[in-house]
Every structure is written in structure tokens, then in C-alpha cells.
T-cell receptor, first 113, second 117 residues
Framework: NAGVTQTPKFQVLKTGQSMTLQCAQD?????MYWYRQDPGMGLRLIYY???????DKGEVPNGYNVSRLNKREFSLRLESAAPSQTSVYFC????????????FGPGTRLTVT | AQTVTQSQPEMSVQEAETVTLSCTYD???????LFWYKQPPSRQMILVIR??????QNATENRFSVNFQKAAKSFSLKISDSQLGDTAMYFC??????????????FGEGTQLTVNP
């Protein structure tokens, strides 16, 4: 039981490049989330998926797209990376719409130069 | 929208002593959860303790306890008998349960706690 896994762990991009961050969970959770963590600002919600086939914007969605590929996988895509997207990205999952506990992946450190 | 504020960016404590981390929040909701998460240097987010707003009794998990003051919208974390392994960033977080659109966490800015030997 691996929990929530994320790939890659580290990534460096040039401005304008695109990339996809992958997230998978093996806990049969319905809900999945993408957060970014910046110094002094805590974690902020980018997008979330309450169930397979649905996605919704969070607090800071601009510059990102997501895909809930199936119940296990939830990817985050940067179409044209900008230095302001330099951050640590966390994926999380939760059992149901009303579940109070979210389980986090190990994070991806992304640097955009 | 909910906001969560942690007014102590950094704190330090001696090993075996007690420390309290502060958190305040603002919401118009009456039913919600509050959490404290720990993030050690490994970057992994670890749930420390949770409190349901409808419960008057303060939550306790071993050396960790909270002081939940609903009217004051305050939610502090007390760590007793501090250990070196408690050194980490601590985040306070708020969750209102949405029946149809998923449960989302709102985090505070974090408090970096250092336990000194």
C-alpha cells in the first residue's frame, strides 16, 4: 500500500515549457486535490476532483489544467510555465465528499527559470 | 471565504518543555473541522490532530492537545514533553464539508518550531 505517490520529485523547466505532474493513490479514495506551497503562504488549493469525471477550480487555478484520468490518477498540467509557478506541489486524496482527512503525497519541487 | 492566521512564524522550545502554537480563523460557518498538520524537513504532510467544531471537548493525541475556543475562533496546539523529532513546520487548517463539491482545506501560513537539546 503506497498511499499517494507523485512523479517527478524534482523538476526544472525553462519559461514557456510545458509539463505534467502525475499523482496516483491506491486507497480507493473518491476525492483528489492539488495544492501548491510557497514560502510564508502555507498550502493553497489549485484544483480538486470530488469524484471520477469531475474537476473544479480551487483558490489559485490560473495557468494550470487538470485531468482525472480514472479513480486512481489525477494529473496537473502546466501548459506554458512561468517563474511565478516555481513552488512545491502536493497531491492529496480523501475517501469521500464528506471525509475530513486528506492524505498527502511527498510533493514535487518545481523550479521555472 | 474562510481565512486561517498563524501569527508566530517561528518558535523554539527546549527539549522536554511545553510549547503552544497559536491559530485563529474566520468563518461564517457553524459546522467545520480544524486540523494541525506537521511538515518535517522530509516535506511529508502529517496529520497531528483534528477537532470537530460541534464537539466542546478539546481533542488530545498523546503529547498533543488543542485549546478550541469556538466563540473566539481560536485553535491553539499544545505540545507537551517536546522531543527533537517535533522540529517541523506546523500548519493550522480549516475544512468545511461540502456535500456535493468536495471537502477543501484552507491552510494558515505555518509556524516553524525548533526543539533545542
Amino acid at each position: 500500500n503506497a498511499g499517494v505517490t507523485q512523479t517527478p520529485k524534482f523538476q526544472v523547466l525553462k519559461t514557456g515549457q510545458s509539463m505534467t505532474l502525475q499523482c496516483a493513490q491506491d486507497m480507493n479514495h473518491n476525492s483528489m486535490y492539488w495544492y501548491r506551497q510557497d514560502p510564508g503562504m502555507g498550502l493553497r488549493l489549485i484544483y480538486y476532483s470530488a469524484s471520477e469525471g469531475t474537476t473544479d477550480k480551487g483558490e489559485v487555478p490560473n495557468g494550470y489544467n487538470v485531468s482525472r484520468l480514472n479513480k486512481r490518477e489525477f494529473s496537473l498540467r502546466l501548459e506554458s510555465a512561468a517563474p511565478s509557478q516555481t513552488s512545491v506541489y502536493f497531491c492529496a486524496s480523501g475517501y469521500s465528499l464528506s471525509s475530513y482527512e486528506q492524505y498527502f503525497g511527498p510533493g514535487t519541487r518545481l523550479t521555472v527559470t | 471565504a474562510q481565512t486561517v492566521t498563524q501569527s508566530q512564524p517561528e518558535m523554539s522550545v527546549q527539549e522536554a518543555e511545553t510549547v503552544t502554537l497559536s491559530c485563529t480563523y474566520d468563518t461564517s460557518e457553524s459546522n467545520y473541522y480544524l486540523f494541525w498538520y506537521k511538515q518535517p524537513p522530509s516535506r511529508q504532510m502529517i496529520l497531528v490532530i483534528r477537532q470537530e467544531a460541534y464537539k466542546q471537548q478539546n481533542a488530545t493525541e498523546n503529547r498533543f492537545s488543542v485549546n478550541f475556543q469556538k466563540a473566539a475562533k481560536s485553535f491553539s496546539l499544545k505540545i507537551s514533553d517536546s522531543q527533537l523529532g517535533d522540529t517541523a513546520m506546523y500548519f493550522c487548517a480549516f475544512m468545511k464539508l461540502y456535500e456535493t463539491s468536495g471537502s477543501r482545506l484552507t491552510f494558515g501560513e505555518g509556524t516553524q518550531l525548533t526543539v533545542n537539546p
